[in-house]
């Protein structure tokens, strides 16, 4: 992808992870500031967009996500994960329809693969599947009003492509391993605008003109983090099912009939535990390091007690996967760590050579466990009166 239009403005320095936009436009924590209060448009002119038309687009996506796509009303948005037979997370999608067409948007790297494996999976179905990346864009805020500022709402079918994300409440049909009470999500209120590509140049000249802030992507990750918000980019690995991230909540019906990796959803849901679990760190910030994704989380182990002048004897039980200097939180990072880690045990970051203490915050709970409460059997031969 070329360089986005917004990259020219004054201050913008480059993203490390995705040089074609925007970081930061010179003042991070002041950009998160006028994001979180919904004045500030975020350029994600990086991501993907994949289209599916034809008649059978509903019922066909809906064959093969974890979410209910068959019921998909024109303008509504959705999140759904696309996963291999053993319920691993292949791609994770933001879907909303127009009632011609879905419009899909994902990673900017995941755009090519998924129209490609899309166009394997049509057979005979009235489906056609294309990557649309290089016309249209992503434009993002936390209100309406800060978008329509920006540039205005794309409907090429008479419905606006704005996707709400669903992670703010629990969607009908999931599941939450976190505590309701307190849960950050409800703060989180992005919206995702498709819109073509030279409406980018647009933009560029309202944040010139005053008409609107901007902010990079640095102050968005920021405040994804602090919401607890998963993202394929940062959590998933090759193992990764969708309980440990706690994204059951948005992205999964779990009443909808066979779709590929449903047999884990259901098994590790109603009769096990999720392998690995979704913690929030709060960083030790004196030494000023923020910890990159990849960095390994390690726990001391306390029991036998070790002899005098012996160091703990160290236990790596998790790494990082997001981190961020949060405008109010301080430093702050998402990791995935082993589910037995308990809750109250202290862990360390080992990053760039130091030793970065950090206490955890549940979200997949140490605790969490089947829903579904299986009778014991009595053993054979034993009778009871």
């Not at 649309?132 to 936390?142: G, N």
């Not at 182990?301 to 790596?316: I, S």
Request: glycine share 8%.
């Amino acid at each position: 992808m070329t360089a986005s239009p917004l990259l020219a403005l004054a201050g913008a320095v480059p993203s490390e992870s995705s040089p074609t936009v925007a970081g930061h436009y010179g003042n991070p924590m002041v950009e998160q500031r006028r994001l979180e209060r919904g004045e500030s448009i975020v350029d994600l002119s990086d991501r993907g967009v994949v289209t599916v038309t034809g008649p059978d687009r509903l019922s066909w996506l809906h064959s093969m996500a974890s979410q209910s796509f068959d019921r998909l009303a024109p303008g509504e948005g959705i999140e759904g994960l696309l996963l291999d037979a053993a319920g691993h997370i292949e791609h994770a999608v933001h879907a909303v329809d127009d009632g011609e067409t879905a419009w899909l948007v994902v990673e900017g790297d995941e755009a090519a693969p998924l129209a490609a494996w899309l166009d394997r999976m049509r057979f005979m179905l009235r489906v056609e599947v294309a990557d649309r990346s290089a016309e249209t864009a992503v434009l993002a805020a936390m209100s309406l009003a800060a978008l329509d500022a920006a540039v205005a709402a794309f409907a090429p079918a008479g419905v606006a492509l704005d996707w709400v994300d669903p992670w703010a409440a629990p969607r009908p049909g999931g599941h939450q391993y976190a505590d309701q009470a307190g849960h950050p999500a409800s703060d989180w209120h992005l919206v995702e605008r498709i819109v073509p590509r030279s409406a980018l140049a647009d933009a560029a000249d309202a944040v010139a003109a005053g008409r609107v802030a901007v902010a990079g992507s640095l102050a968005l990750d920021a405040l994804r983090i602090a919401a607890w918000r998963p993202r394929l980019a940062s959590e998933v690995d090759e193992k990764t099912i969708p309980h440990e991230l706690d994204w059951l909540r948005s992205a999964v019906d779990l009443g909808k009939g066979c779709y590929k990796g449903q047999e884990t959803v259901a098994k590790v849901l109603n009769l096990g535990r999720p392998p690995r679990r979704l913690v929030l760190l709060h960083l030790d910030g004196s030494d000023t390091v923020l910890p990159a994704p990849g960095d390994e989380v390690v726990g001391e182990k306390v029991r036998p007690e070790p002899a005098a002048g012996e160091a703990p004897e160290r236990k790596v039980v998790g790494r990082i996967t997001s981190s961020a200097m949060h405008h109010e939180l301080g430093p702050i990072a998402l990791a995935v760590v082993k589910r037995a880690v308990p809750a109250e045990l202290p862990l360390i970051v080992l990053s760039h050579g130091i030793d970065v203490a950090a206490a955890q915050v549940e979200i997949v709970p140490e605790g969490a466990g089947a829903a579904v409460e299986v009778p014991r059997l009595p053993r054979l031969g034993v009778r009871k009166p």
